[in-house]
């Protein structure tokens, strides 16, 4: 069967702003489409006309489709008519979302720009849970961990680190413990009260595929009990008994990237009243 050629195109993120939001919607749509694979052209912090001026310039340059979150109506319709005399797709990303949520609460739109990235106490928040995370990373700063929105818990490479920094980044307090052989969990982690403890677990095809190319990224060649299929094996079930025994939820990493980890874990919080103990496959 003869293997189907990628359809590359162009796409134009046009933003008043950082352009962060229309370059993550930009991707999110894009990865819905197999063999697609878009050009990127990313215009920020675009406020005049100017500006407008000279991206419209290379828009005509580098045909495509153009995707917008201008707020200021004279800069929108500017860059909306030089779409429509160059014939290309001029799409505003947010409209349909911002129209249905203004008929809903029957609110006056905002025409401040960046507006979602004001300094409200939302950013401190999670600017304070990030240094959370990192002083208590890899199993740090154990005597505090009733400090915490959430305790992750799991063998050397279950994503911990990463699943603890995202979640600050949504203003969430995240801790997270290793698990290693011979070694006993902090006494702590067994008293805690107030955060959520979520145990994080993976297949040992897995874990080994992640561990082996750790270790050729280190450039280390020596056998291990690290990366040896039966120990590997043994400590995922030693985990899994621990998370057991302890009525920790459960998250699968295994296929799972680490903002569909974050998420499982966000949703945890959010439904936590009366679900201790269940189990997120």
């Known amino acids: 069967m003869t293997a189907r050629l ?6 134009h993120l046009v933003s008043d702003s950082t352009g ?10 894009c990865a819905r489409f197999d063999d697609v694979l878009p050009i990127e052209h990313i215009y920020a912090l675009v406020r005049s006309r100017r500006q407008l001026e000279r991206v419209l310039a290379e828009i005509e340059g580098a045909p495509g489709v153009v995707l917008h979150t201008i707020v200021d109506p004279e800069l929108r319709a500017a860059l909306e008519q030089g779409c429509r005399t160059l014939e290309m797709s001029c799409i505003a990303a947010l409209d349909p979302l911002v129209s249905a949520l203004g008929r809903y609460l029957g609110a006056a739109l ?3 720009v960046g507006a979602q990235h004001a300094l409200d106490s ?9 240094n959370y995370a990192m002083a208590h990373d890899d199993g740090q700063g154990t005597n505090d ?27 969430v307090r995240a801790a997270n413990v290793p698990l ?21 677990t993976v297949s040992p095809d897995r874990l080994l595929q992640v561990r082996r190319n750790r270790l050729l990224s280190l450039n280390e060649r020596r056998p291990s009990a690290y990366v040896e299929e039966e120990a590997v094996r043994d400590e995922i079930v030693r985990a899994r008994r621990l998370f057991e025994r302890m009525k920790w939820p459960v998250i699968d990493v295994s296929r799972r990237s680490v ?23």
Do not use: C, W
């Not at 990628?6 to 796409?11: E, I």
């Open 6 to 11: 990628a359809t590359y195109f162009h796409v």
């Open 20 to 29: 962060e939001t229309l370059n993550a919607m930009a991707r999110a749509v």
């Open 110 to 112: 905002s025409l401040r």
């Open 122 to 130: 939302g950013y401190f928040d999670r600017i304070e849970a990030l």
């Open 145 to 171: 961990l009733d400090a915490a929105d959430v305790v992750l818990v799991g063998v050397s490479r279950t994503s911990k680190t990463p699943t603890s920094i995202y979640l600050a980044q949504r203003g």
């Open 180 to 200: 290693a052989p011979g070694l006993e969990p902090p006494q702590s982690l067994y008293s805690v009260t107030r955060p959520l403890v979520v145990g994080l």
């Open 259 to 281: 903002e569909e980890t974050a998420a499982a874990v966000i949703n945890l919080l959010s439904a936590r009243q009366g679900q201790v103990g269940e189990v997120v496959a």
